[in-house]
C-alpha cells in the first residue's frame, strides 16, 4: 500500500471514529485530529496485538474474540490520546459500532496492507 493509501485509510478510520462517538454517548472524542491520533493508536495496538497473538485475536478479526480486542484497544487507547473518553460500555459500543461500520466500509489492517505490498 502506498503512503497515500494509508493517509487515506487513517482519515477514513478518524471519520469512522468520530461517527461513533456521534453514535455512542460513552464514548467522546475531542476532535478530528484526536481521532485522527486515536486512530494512529489504535491501529498501533492492533499490529502489536496481532503481531503477539496472532491474526485470530486482533481487533480486526471476526467474532467474540476480536470484539473483546477490538473494545480493549479502544478502551486502552483513551489513556495515549487526550480528548478522548471512554467508558467500558463505552468501548463495548464502539467496538460494535466500528465493526458494523466495518462492514460497509472495509479497510485494510495493517497485517493486510503489508502482505499485499510484500507481494507486490
Known sequence: ???LGHVVRFIVAAIVLMVTAWL?????VGGFWSA???ALVIALFGW???GIFGK???PF????V???ASAVVIYVAQFFVSGVSVS???ALLAALVVGLIDLFIPIATPFEAGRSSDRA
Not at 455512542?24 to 467522546?28: L, N
Open 48 to 50: 502489536i496485538v496481532e
Open 56 to 58: 485470530r485475536v486482533t
Open 24 to 28: 455512542v454517548p460513552a464514548f467522546t
Open 36 to 38: 485522527l491520533v486515536l
Open 88 to 90: 467500558i460500555i463505552g
Open 1 to 3: 500500500m502506498s503512503f
Open 61 to 64: 478479526g471476526r467474532g467474540i
Open 66 to 68: 476480536g470484539f473483546l
